[in-house]
T-cell receptor, first 113, second 116 residues
Framework: DAGITQSPRYKITETGRQVTLMCHQT?????MFWYRQDLGHGLRLIYY???????DKGEVPDGYVVSRSKTENFPLTLESATRSQTSVYFC????????????FGPGTRLTVL | AQKVTQAQTEISVVEKEDVTLDCVYE???????LFWYKQPPSGELVFLIR??????QNEISGRYSWNFQKSTSSFNFTITASQVVDSAVYFC?????????????FGKGTHLIIQP
């Protein structure tokens, strides 16, 4: 049972480049989430999706784009990466939404130079 | 708006000591859910417990126990007879129907160091 996976696990890019972080889950969970983890801030919600083709903003959505054409995939795109987007990104999924347990992927460490 | 406060940034204890991690939350909702996650040095986030606001019974799972007190808006986590493997960052999180976006609101985490 693969659960929830993220790729790449590590990424180094340059300011201004477009970067896409991938998230895939095998549980057929309806909800998927993207968080970023920064020292001093804990984890903050970027975007979430309640189902395929339904997405919504979280606390810190600026500079990010998401899509969800299939239930199992939820890619996060940084259209023009900035140094402030250097962070660890976690994808999560849950069966029924905000009150259900969220299970997290292993994370992607992104460095923007 | 909802908020989670973990006032202890870092705690260091010697192995076999008991340790309590504090979590205080704020929400205007009467129905809400509280969570604890563990983040070991390897970096993944591991789910530990989920508790709803209508269940105030304390929970015990092996060496772990949780004390939920609505009167003080606290959901504290105690590790009994700590072990080196318990060293990690622990996050408390809150979710409520009226909390805006569908995600969890996390505290900033408590870094627990268990010294051998």
């Amino acid at each position: 049972d693969a659960g929830i996976t993220q790729s790449p696990r590590y990424k180094i890019t340059e300011t201004g480049r477009q970067v896409t972080l991938m998230c895939h889950q095998t549980w057929s969970h309806s909800y998927m989430f993207w968080y970023r983890q920064d020292l001093g801030h804990g984890l903050r919600l970027i975007y979430y999706s309640a189902a395929a083709d339904i997405t919504d903003k979280g606390e810190v959505p600026d500079g990010y784009v998401v899509s969800r054409s299939k239930t199992e995939n939820f890619p996060l795109t940084l259209e023009s990466a900035t140094r402030s987007q250097t962070s660890v990104y976690f994808c999560a999924s849950s069966d029924t939404g905000r009150t259900d347990t969220q299970y997290f992927g292993p994370g992607t460490r992104l460095t923007v130079l | 708006a909802q908020k989670v406060t973990q006032a202890q940034t870092e705690i260091s204890v010697v192995e076999k000591e008991d340790v309590t991690l504090d979590c205080v939350y704020e929400t205007r909702d009467t129905t809400y859910y509280l969570f604890w996650y563990k983040q070991p040095p390897s970096g993944e986030l591991v789910f530990l417990i989920r508790r709803n606001s209508f269940d105030e019974q304390n929970e015990i799972s092996g060496r772990y126990s949780w004390n939920f007190q609505k009167s003080t808006s606290s959901f504290n986590f105690t590790i009994t007879a700590s072990q080196v493997v318990d060293s990690a960052v622990y996050f408390c999180a809150l979710s409520s129907p009226g909390g805006g976006a569908d995600g969890l609101t996390f505290g900033k985490g408590t870094h627990l160091i268990i010294q051998p």
